[in-house]
C-alpha cells in the first residue's frame, strides 16, 4: 500500500486530496519522502540559466530588475562577494540579449513588452585567467577572444589583446547588419586580485590589462548594452578612467536584491525544504526534538541571512542557503569555497584581527573605490562579504556603518582570525564556548569563565597557538564576537590604554585586563607534577591581582564613573599551557542624584 501510495501521488502529480482518499492511514515516513521527492532541484555549481530553467532548478525570479538593465544606456558595474550569484546574473542577461524567450516563461520578462530581438554578444569571464604574469594573462584573453570570433564565425588577427578585443566587436558590428555588440564580463578584477599579494606582479597584471579595457571605450560605436562584475573597484585600471559614464549599481537601492534571496524569496522556495528536512536537522542536533519548522527557518535566518547594500533590503547568502539544505547542515559554506585567497593572505600578513572585530566600524568615505597595495581593510572586509551595512539603524548620508551579516561569516572567522585554513572540530561546540565565556563574565563567576574559557582554547590545536600576549586578546575578542557581544578594546582612558571595556544588557560594566603568562618567566617549577600545578595556579593567582591593581592604579574605570551602573574590574589570565585564571573585584562608583529642593548631591551605587 506503501509504494501505491507513493505511485498514484507521483503520476497524478501529489494530489493531496485523492491520497488522503485512499484506504490507508497516514504515513509520516511516506509524507516526508514525498515531501522531500516533490522538492525543486537545488542548484549547487550550476551558473548557467538555460541549464536551470530547463531542469526546474529551484530560481529566484530578478528579471523585473534585469528588464530594467537592459533598458539603461550607460555601461553597469556590479561589485558582489565571490559565491553571490554574479555568474547567473550575467548568464540570464545573456539569454535575454540572444532573444531567448521561451526558457524565460512564467518568469516576470517573458510577458513584459521587452524587445526579443536577438543581439552579438560577447561574454568573457575572468575568474579563469591564468596569472603566472602579465604575459600569461594576456595569451588567455586572446585565446577567449579567439574562441569567441570562432564560435561566431569572424576572424580577428590583431596583434595586441585590445586591438583584438576592438576589432572582434567590430566583426560582430558589421557580420549583425550594424547591430551594436553586448559586452558581458564577468569577474573583471580576478587576474589581479588573484596576485593582489604580490604587489608588483598584481600592479604589472592590472597595467596589462588597461589596454584590453580601453578596448571598450575606443569601440564605444560598435558596444551596445555593457556588464560589468568583480569583487572590487579598482580606480587605477582603465576600466573606470576611459568609461568615464559608467553606472555603479553596486550600492544603488534599487538593485539591493539582485543577488542573493530575500526573505520573501526564501520563504517561497524554501517552504517545502523546510518542512522536509526539519526532521533530519533535529536528528543532528540542530534544535530540540520539539522544534518546529517556524524554529528551522529561523535558525537558517540567522546563518545566512543579513547582508545589506544599501542598508534597508536584506538578502540570504544564496551559496550558503543552497547548501544547506543540500548537506542538511549548518556551516560556513561561504568561506570554504568563496573567499578570496587575497584577502586571507592580506589579513594574516598585516594582522588586521582588530579591525575587523572593534564595534565601531564606520566608514565615511566610499565603499567600492580601492587600488593594488592601498587597501582600506574595513572596506576590503565589506567587498569580500565578511562585513556588510548594518540595517538595524537608518543610513546616513556620506557613512555606512558596517556589521557581520550572520553566523555563517562568523563562523568562517574562526580559521581566518587564528590564522590557519583547517576546519576546527566543532563549529556549533565553538558558539556554545563563547557564548558560555559571555555568560560567565555576567554571572561574575571566575570559575565557570576559567572552565568555558579553557574548553573554547582547547579547540584550538596547540601547534596553532602563539606564545604571545596579543594572541590571546585576539581569542578573547573573537569569543565575544561569536557571542554577540560588542566590546571595546584598546582605548586610551585614565592613565594608560585598557584592554576590554563590556557593557552587559543588565548595565553592568566590565573594565577588563588580560595577562599571558609564559612559564619560562615564572621560574623554574618543582619537579614534582602535583606541586607544578599547584605552583602554576600560586602565579597565575599573583597575576590576576597584578591585573586587577593596574586597573585601579591606570584608572582603567574612570570614563563609567558617575554613570550609576555597577562596574566590576576584571582579570583573565593566560599561560602558555591553556590554563586561564579569573577574578572579579567591584569597583566604586557614584552617581549623581537630585534631592528635594533641586539640590544634586554624589551618592555612591
Known amino acids: 500500500w506503501r509504494w501505491l501510495r507513493i505511485f498514484v501521488s507521483l503520476i497524478l502529480g501529489f494530489e493531496a486530496g485523492l491520497v488522503a482518499r485512499l484506504p490507508i492511514p497516514p504515513s509520516t515516513e511516506v509524507e516526508g519522502f514525498l515531501l522531500e521527492f516533490s522538492m525543486k532541484l537545488l542548484p549547487i555549481g550550476v551558473a548557467d540559466f538555460a541549464t536551470i530553467r530547463k531542469r526546474e532548478y529551484i530560481f529566484a525570479d530578478k528579471t523585473k530588475l534585469i528588464y530594467e538593465f537592459l533598458n539603461v544606456d550607460s555601461p553597469l558595474f556590479l561589485s558582489r562577494p565571490r559565491r553571490f550569484g554574479k555568474s547567473l546574473l550575467v548568464s540570464t542577461l545573456k539569454a535575454a540579449l540572444l532573444g531567448q524567450r521561451e526558457i524565460f516563461k512564467g518568469l516576470w520578462i517573458y510577458d513584459s513588452d521587452y524587445n526579443w530581438e536577438p543581439n552579438p554578444v560577447i561574454n568573457l569571464s575572468l575568474s579563469s585567467v591564468k596569472t603566472d604574469s602579465p604575459l600569461s594573462v594576456e595569451n588567455d584573453l586572446v585565446a577567449k577572444l579567439k574562441n569567441v570570433a570562432k564560435n561566431e564565425g569572424v576572424s580577428i588577427e590583431a596583434p595586441s589583446v585590445g586591438q583584438l578585443f576592438f576589432e572582434l566587436m567590430?566583426?560582430?558590428?558589421?557580420?549583425?547588419?550594424?547591430?551594436?555588440?553586448?559586452?558581458?564580463?564577468?569577474?573583471?578584477?580576478?587576474?589581479?586580485?588573484?596576485?593582489?599579494?604580490?604587489?608588483?606582479?598584481?600592479?604589472?597584471?592590472?597595467?596589462?590589462?588597461?589596454?584590453?579595457?580601453?578596448?571598450?571605450?575606443?569601440?564605444?560605436?560598435?558596444?551596445g548594452f555593457t556588464f560589468i562584475t568583480g569583487v572590487t573597484k579598482f580606480t587605477k585600471t582603465s576600466l573606470f578612467s576611459t568609461l568615464n559614464n559608467l553606472k555603479d549599481l553596486t550600492l544603488n537601492e534599487n538593485y539591493a536584491n539582485i543577488c542573493g534571496f530575500t526573505v520573501e524569496e526564501f520563504d517561497s522556495l524554501f517552504s517545502e525544504s523546510i518542512e522536509a528536512t526539519l526532521p533530519k536537522f533535529i536528528a543532528k542536533g540542530y534544535l530540540p526534538k520539539d522544534a518546529s519548522a517556524v524554529d528551522l527557518r529561523q535558525l537558517i535566518l540567522d546563518w545566512y541571512d543579513g547582508y545589506s547594500w544599501d542598508g534597508i533590503t536584506r538578502v540570504l547568502n544564496p551559496w550558503s542557503t543552497l547548501n544547506c539544505f543540500d548537506q542538511i547542515a549548518l556551516d560556513s559554506y561561504w568561506s570554504e569555497s568563496g573567499v578570496p585567497t587575497f584577502l586571507v593572505e592580506l589579513i594574516q600578513k598585516s594582522r588586521l584581527v582588530f579591525d575587523f572585530l572593534k564595534p565601531d566600524k564606520t566608514i565615511t568615505n566610499s565603499l567600492n573605490v580601492v587600488d593594488v597595495g592601498r587597501f582600506e581593510p574595513l572596506v576590503l572586509a565589506f567587498q569580500a562579504g565578511y562585513l556588510t551595512i548594518q540595517t538595524d539603524s537608518a543610513p546616513v548620508a556620506g557613512k555606512f556603518y558596517l556589521q557581520f551579516p550572520n553566523l555563517d561569516v562568523k563562523a568562517s572567522l574562526i580559521p581566518l582570525l587564528l590564522f590557519h585554513k583547517d576546519n576546527l572540530i566543532d563549529k556549533k561546540l565553538i558558539f556554545d564556548q563563547a557564548k558560555a565565556i559571555l555568560a560567565s563574565i555576567i554571572a561574575k563567576d571566575a570559575p565557570g569563565l576559567e572552565m568555558a574559557f579553557g574548553s573554547f582554547l582547547a579547540n584550538i590545536p596547540y601547534s596553532l597557538h602563539l606564545n604571545y600576549e596579543a594572541y590571546y586578546h585576539t581569542i578573547f575578542i573573537f569569543a565575544m564576537a561569536l557571542a554577540g557581544q560588542e566590546v571595546d578594546i584598546q582605548g586610551e582612558v585614565g592613565e594608560g590604554k585598557f584592554d576590554a571595556h563590556l557593557k552587559a544588557k543588565n548595565g553592568d560594566v566590565f573594565v577588563i585586563e588580560l595577562k599571558y603568562a609564559r612559564v619560562d618567566e615564572m621560574g623554574k617549577p618543582p619537579n614534582d607534577p602535583a606541586k607544578e600545578a599547584a605552583w602554576l595556579r600560586r602565579k597565575l593567582r599573583g597575576l590576576t591581582t597584578k591585573a586587577l591593581a593596574q586597573i585601579e592604579e591606570k584608572k582603567y574605570d574612570l570614563k563609567f564613573k558617575g554613570s550609576g551602573n555597577r562596574i566590576f574590574k576584571t582579570a583573565i589570565v593566560f599561560s602558555e599551557r591553556t590554563d586561564v585564571m579569573a577574578a572579579f573585584k567591584e569597583a566604586k562608583n557614584w552617581v549623581l542624584v537630585k534631592e528635594p529642593g533641586g539640590v544634586f548631591k554624589v551618592k555612591k551605587v
Open 170 to 223: 567590430n566583426a560582430l558590428y558589421l557580420k549583425y547588419d550594424q547591430k551594436k555588440v553586448a559586452i558581458l564580463i564577468d569577474e573583471y578584477d580576478a587576474p589581479i586580485l588573484n596576485k593582489i599579494s604580490q604587489p608588483e606582479l598584481a600592479k604589472n597584471i592590472r597595467d596589462s590589462l588597461k589596454s584590453f579595457y580601453s578596448a571598450l571605450k575606443d569601440a564605444e560605436d560598435y558596444r
